[in-house]
């Protein structure tokens, strides 16, 4: 899932809050309440962005990195919101007055690509001395990578962390009248704010939160640590969201969480995962509706239901499994055993025909045997996923898992996982090719990247389709026959 959340030029800008002639008031002090506090810190950071590009004749440009899964994706939209309202232009290129990385910790590979991303800006940045770099995302909330950023990269601007995204502004301001990096990270937060502007990378389709953090620590995983207790948004909140983005073009909207069949239980009043559905189907002008990701500890037979007699809700859902053996399921904390599972898979299936599976494995967790390892080819082949995410297990200091004795042997670890990608892509090239010859809805997204006669969009089941077209057809949902499977997508004709 490290793919796919590229942060590009032609977003669709969406300022959250109408009115915001609440940052103005006669003291000429920063408002304490949100969000106006961040309105008057975006107005001063245009002010400076404005005066800048005066003397250096030009706009000043921005550009954000974004590493990670989808929650960072959205984030990272938020973020280019921010710039946008204090007068950056977005640019892809790193070679930009100021550059963000929003990063992810979720493997050490994650981890690494951004050091060495920033000893190359380090160079650019000695020729441009008034350039800011910035750090955020996942890897923030991890002390030790702090210490190292503030021994070993000082050229570094501004430091922040996941808990307080919507601070960019006042901490851009800050760093612009300090001469030190700027370090503010949360250990863990209760505040939502809301009505910030955001900038969506395609104006049809968005991911929108629904909650925020885990507690569920399985014991392989970082993201708890990192991203905080479990909070769930206000149903009326996102609601809202979501009406404002239909009324702005939006048709498919993916409500994101780490763990969304859990959503609201926190709530004062309580609702089900379920019934935010429901309401959510009710929106006009919404015509596809995604979630991710769901765990299958809390997957109800109420959602089962749901997405059974739905004509939004897409045929996909994202399950991951993680290991195929009980016993690892359990080292792993994960609260489901094999059997329930596969009962689990099998309800889905009769409760919702035709529904896409996708899912996450971890290979080479500490003590996986190959008995154990067999248990997760087993799974594989009785589910046969349309598509599944393969992950060699990666030790994340502080995890109760880094801890665990007999860590398998790298040379083991890969051998297993390039037996089970081997398995998975051979299913998933014959499940993927089931509708071939039949005619389905695709939503086109964008000209295709090798071909510029083609434009690629996706079916209800997330399956990749390419078919001969031009711009005027991005953001619309048409009928295409799929006259070719290759394998993990499909060449189509428009009918
Ligand atoms: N909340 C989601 C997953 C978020 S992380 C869920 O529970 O499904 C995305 C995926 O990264 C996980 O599903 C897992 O397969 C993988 N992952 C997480 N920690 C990992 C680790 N330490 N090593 C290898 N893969 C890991
Ligand atoms: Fe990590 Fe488990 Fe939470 Fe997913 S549910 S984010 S794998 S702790
Ligand atoms: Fe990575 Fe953070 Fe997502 S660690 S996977 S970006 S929640």
Redesign the pocket.
Known sequence: ?DSNNRNDSGHTYDSGQRDHSGYRNDTGQPPQSEPQRQYYYMARLRAYVEEKGRELGRPLTASIQTFG?QMNARDSEKLAGILREAGYEQIDSEEADFVLYNTCT??ENANQKVYGRLGTLNHWKKDHPHMMIALCGCMMQEPEVVEKIRKSYRFVDILFGTHNIFKLAELMVSRIEAEDMIVDIWKDTDLVVEDLPNRRKYPFKSGINIMFG?N?F?S????PYVRGRERSREPGDILNEIKRMAADGVTEVMLLG??VNSYGKTLDTPMTFAALLREIEKIEGLKRIRFM?S?PKDLSDELIEVMGSSDKICKHLHL?L?SGSTRVLKEMNRRYTKEQYLDLVERIRAGVPDISLTT???VGFPGETEEDFLETMDVVRKVRYDSA?T??????TG?PAAAMPEQVPEQVAKERFDRLLKEVQEISREVTARHQGTVQKVLVEEINHQDASLVTGRLSHNTVVHLPGDSSMIGRIIEVKLTECRGFYYLGEPV
Do not use: A, E, G
């Open positions: 899932m899964c979720v493997r885990c569920n399985c392989y995983c970082i993201v780490q763990n990701t765990h991951p993680q996450d494995i971890i995410f992950f060699l297990y990666s030790k994340r995890t």
